[in-house]
């Protein structure tokens, strides 16, 4: 597998491949000015959504990778997404579009990288289809390559 350049952008010149390793680069929200947590209250299921709304969103909470014993701080909003919503029957499934069902999935996985191949089965859609939306010329909602 080829190894992508450290810098973003250089990347652009790099093709992934159904086996490049992508992930939500949360830099891409803070440099587009745009705020991740309106992001993720449109990914709450409609039963959360109700229960979480009037809370002040942006609260950051302690996340425990139990594989690997990594702590680490996410917004509130993502912990419910990956404890609560990603275990709903066809969370990902449900999503409107194959774009937000990527997304989905990296949420519910507490954003491990995953290549286009192993997002295939989670998003319901061809590999070389998966690709095909990450590897667009416009980065969008900060699906980026892992850039080692």
């Known amino acids: 597998m ?11 010149f790099i093709k992934p491949t159904l086996d490049t390793p992508f992930h939500i680069d949360y830099r891409w929200w803070e440099e587009q000015g745009l705020d991740f947590n309106v992001q993720l209250l449109q990914h709450l299921s409609p039963e959360l959504r109700e229960v979480y709304s009037g809370q002040r969103i942006g609260e950051k909470i302690d996340l425990i990778d139990w594989d ?18 990603s275990k709903e029957p066809g969370y990902i499934l449900r999503a409107p579009t194959l774009l937000e069902a990527i997304f989905r999935a990296f949420l519910s996985n ?12 989670l998003v319901g859609h061809p590999p070389e289809q998966v690709l095909r939306v990450l590897s ?3 980065v969008r909602k900060g699906l980026r ?3 080692d």
Not at 2 to 12: F, G
Not at 112 to 121: D, F, G, K, N, V
């Open 2 to 12: 080829p190894t992508l350049p450290p810098v973003p952008a250089l990347a652009r």
């Open 68 to 85: 690997t014993g990594e702590v680490r701080q996410v917004e509130g909003l993502q912990y419910l997404i990956t404890t609560r919503c």
């Open 110 to 121: 507490g954003n491990h990288p995953l290549s286009p191949r192993a997002l295939a089965p």
């Open 136 to 138: 667009g010329a416009t």
């Open 145 to 147: 390559p892992v850039m």
